[in-house]
């Protein structure tokens, strides 16, 4: 089998000989960035894009609170185990694969460990303090050892491999929950998630909308780029202020008319022909946006006009303003 490399290879021998008589290609080095100075009575401490590889040294902030390690090069997470003052933690965009080492940080808040290459929730038992986690864009398969957070109001999980919504009953304040871009293929188990404000789950595998009766103070719903093809079951969520179907697969608008405090509609990239549903939206008296763009009723050429006829307080029609 030919070598597909063999046309770019260059010779060895005849470079060094170039670089011998002064010419070749110049290597220009990285930049040097200064070493890591560390204040003993910082509390916050700023450390993005350093190129730190190995967390060490850290002991001697005594008094920290933020302490902010985005854009490294860190392997492991280790030696923070004295920084029990800490508050917030972000590891965003390094290279961890395992979550550790983080037993003594009772104090933390808001923790970020986006961007790494982490394949499982674990070792997250004794951080009960935590309202915020951010898990985006690892290569996490499941759903797990989250029942201990019982503070927890936001929780992002995007950008992962998860295929089921599970082992969530624990977090009874969650008001934020993001799992967009998964593999996720039905609506459940949020039952328990009283407090739930915000549910985004889009470009996953959904192909009814169910389930979310219980979701009683749900206001934005974003399930957008799925597989829904029926608007229903959302009598119990008569709170919502914004809906995003877009970029489904929904042909009419039904079962909407009950959604009287709807103020964003986001419909673009669907099915629908049918001008008369979009009277489904009348009853939403304080409506400012919709989205109707790559719609047949978008080839329209009277489109807008009638949308504004039909619904008045728009302020918005896709992604121009109603002067």
Known sequence: MSDPNRGNQVDVSDESDEEEAGGGVQ??????????????????????????????????????????LRQNEIKKIEGLETLTTLTELDLYDNQLTKIENLDTLTNLQQLDLSFNKIRKIENLEKLVNVVKLFLVQNKISEICNLSHFTQLTMLELGSNRIRKLENLEGLVNLESL??????????????????????????????????????????????????????????????????????????RLTNLSHLTQLEEFWFNSNLLEHWQDVDQLRNATNIQTVYFEHNPIQKDPMYRKKLKLALPSLTQIDATYIR
């Open 178 to 251: 993001f799992v967009g871009k998964n593999k996720i293929g039905k609506l459940e188990n949020l039952g328990q998630l009283k407090k739930l404000k915000v549910l985004s789950i889009q470009s996953n595998r959904i192909t009814k909308l169910e389930n979310l009766e219980e979701l009683e103070n749900l206001e934005e719903l974003y399930i957008s780029h799925n597989s829904i093809e029926v608007i229903e079951n959302l009598e119990g969520n008569l709170k919502l202020t914004t809906v995003d179907l877009a970029g489904n697969r929904i042909k």
């Open 27 to 68: 290597i220009i080095p990285g930049e040097v960035l200064p070493p890591v100075d560390l204040d003993p009575n910082a509390t916050d401490v700023d450390l993005i894009h350093r190129r730190i590889s190995v967390i060490e040294g850290f002991q001697v902030l005594t008094q920290v609170e933020t302490l902010c």
